[in-house]
């Protein structure tokens, strides 16, 4: 079974300050997909970045990037430069190695709040 | 553009009645999945299909149904069964194989 904690029920952030959102992850897969998602208050999840299990360097875009300890079994999202419309809900998400099988594990979420 | 579609935004469902929501993309993915988000909680997985007619249950099936007669089509019905449907769902496609899930815009259910 996959499981996914985020630890961090709420943060808050002044504007422009760097951010690290905390994720870890218990699986007992070879390979497996870690994915942040984003979650305005308007409801829709956007997709924000993906670490593959056996990429041997950090994923970036743009100002996230995402720190991944594999021996640590974690998974941070790191939001530079913050800005307003940052604030949302953020999920980190897992998927496993079995062929075919697509599903995705959440966390509980963590709600960011950028303070002007 | 390409993406999902779902709808409606809002429902309302009385006692004893079957709903169904609608999920369409136009993405060309072969994989579809519905989720269920309840209050401070993250998504959990109801149903999900990987092909056109063929569909396995999530993590919390009970009480919900699906079809996948067209690629881009995957109905969700929450039945009478369901007796606790008061949440928000969402849709999500991917292609099969390490690509991110897209997701539509949600649709929230209250029961009256």
Known sequence: AQKITQTQPGMFVQEKEAVTLDCTYDTSDQSYGLFWYKQPSSGEMIFLIYQGSYDEQNATEGRYSLNFQKARK????????????????????????????????????TRLTIIP | ?????????????????????????????????????????????????????????GDIAEGYSVSREKKESFPLTVTSAQKNPTA????????????????????????L
Not at chain 1, 94 to 106: A, D, H, I, P, Q
Not at chain 2, 36 to 43: K, N, T, V
Not at chain 2, 88 to 111: E, K, M, N, V, W
Request: glycine share 12%; aromatic share 12%.
């Open chain 1, 74 to 109: 974690s998974a941070n999202l790191v939001i530079s430069a913050s800005q307003l419309g940052d604030s949302a809900m953020y999920f980190c998400a897992m998927r496993g190695s079995n062929f075919g099988n697509e599903k995705l594990t959440f966390g509980t979420g």
């Open chain 2, 88 to 111: 928000f769902y969402l849709c999500a496609s991917s292609i099969t194989r390490g690509q991110p899930q897209h997701f539509g815009d949600g649709t929230r259910l209250s029961i």
């Open chain 2, 1 to 57: 553009d390409g993406g999902i579609t779902q709808s409606p935004k809002y429902l309302f469902r009385k006692e004893g009645q079957n709903v169904t929501l609608s999920c369409e993309q136009n993405l060309n993915h072969d994989a579809m999945y519905w989720y269920r988000q309840d209050p401070g909680q993250g998504l959990r997985l109801i149903y999900y299909s990987q092909i056109v007619n063929d569909f396995q249950k």
